[in-house]
């Protein structure tokens, strides 16, 4: 009889602990956003992310690493604000832009990504990238449409050589 009752009691515990985690927050779930046109798309691999941030040209890019990370490698275009600093300078990204929110390893976006869905109810789409950005893929194809659009303002008409 005693084994029964111990097993109803883990079973008991397990249930409280787990409506326990979804009241306080620990739900694996993406949380709601405040403003109901405010599209949360949630965790992004970086091959979504990369592809997301070619076809999304007015997106901001908000690296929220340290100083040092930053420095060491980022996207072309980032913006930085450290995690620490995001709850103060959050006013610093602009108004009705979509946001995709980096940082090193995916763990510090966890944090900032519903912060910034409740402080931001304006940002019109609102992601993260879940792992190891694809620095150096996305800042090649920068460079690349950079030069492309270099070249089509530096081409002149050929020159007719005349006898």
């Known amino acids: 009889m ?42 992004l691999t970086p091959a979504e992310a990369l592809v997301y941030m070619q076809k999304t040209p007015e997106v901001f890019i908000l690296d929220i690493r340290t100083a040092e990370q930053n420095r060491t490698l980022n ?21 009705a832009r979509p946001v995709i929110i980096i940082c090193r390893s995916g763990n510090k976006v966890k944090t900032a990504y519903p912060l910034l869905m409740r402080v931001r109810p304006d940002i019109p789409e609102i992601s993260y990238i879940d792992s190891h950005p694809l620095f150096n893929e996305y800042n090649a194809w920068v460079r690349k449409k950079e030069e492309g659009r270099r070249c089509l303002y530096c081409q002149a008409a050929p020159v007719i050589a005349r006898s």
Not at 14 to 29: E, Q
Not at 75 to 95: C, N
């Open 75 to 95: 996207f072309v275009g980032s913006h930085h604000i450290p995690v620490e600093e995001l709850a103060e300078r959050f006013r610093e990204i602009p108004e």
């Open 2 to 43: 005693v084994p029964r009752t111990r097993n109803a009691v883990i079973a008991v515990v397990l249930i409280l602990a787990a409506g326990l985690a979804v009241t306080v927050g620990f739900s694996s779930a993406p949380p709601l956003p405040s403003n109901p046109a405010q599209k949360a798309l949630g965790p």
